[in-house]
């Protein structure tokens, strides 16, 4: 079992940055590819960005590419995603989720899932 927590959303202006941490505990973390995930509302889940589990490929969606990067810490068991340039229209609860398959922009593929957090971009 892997339990994931998120921590860092907020309120912030359009422009700004945010820094997103997951937290994982249990067992063969480093084992793991790494994935963020978002819902707005009204919308279905997607895809935002993702890291292997070895940490030498990152994916991100087009509309993150130069804005948003996802780094994990095996030493700590942690996944970050850092948010500049933010817009309102990457407000939604963000997801952390891992899984041990190939790396997937599909959330049904992955195993476990943190809570979430709240991300809310102001105009």
């Known amino acids: 079992q892997v339990q994931l927590v998120e921590s860092g959303g907020g309120l912030v202006q359009a422009g700004g940055s945010l820094r997103l941490s997951c937290a994982a505990s249990g067992r063969a973390f480093s084992t793991f590819n790494m994935a963020w995930f978002r819902q707005a509302p009204g919308k279905e889940r997607e895809f935002v960005a993702a890291e292997t589990w070895n940490g030498d490929k990152t994916y991100y969606t087009d509309s993150v590419k130069g804005r948003f990067t996802i780094s994990a810490d095996n030493a700590k068991n942690t996944v970050d995603l850092q948010m500049n340039s933010l817009k309102p229209e990457d407000t939604a609860i963000y997801y952390c989720?891992?899984?041990?398959?190939?790396?997937?922009?599909?959330?049904?593929?992955?195993?476990?899932w943190g809570r979430g957090a709240q991300v809310t971009v102001s105009s």
């Open positions: 989720a891992a899984h041990r398959g190939p790396v997937t922009t599909r959330a049904e593929s992955y195993d476990y």
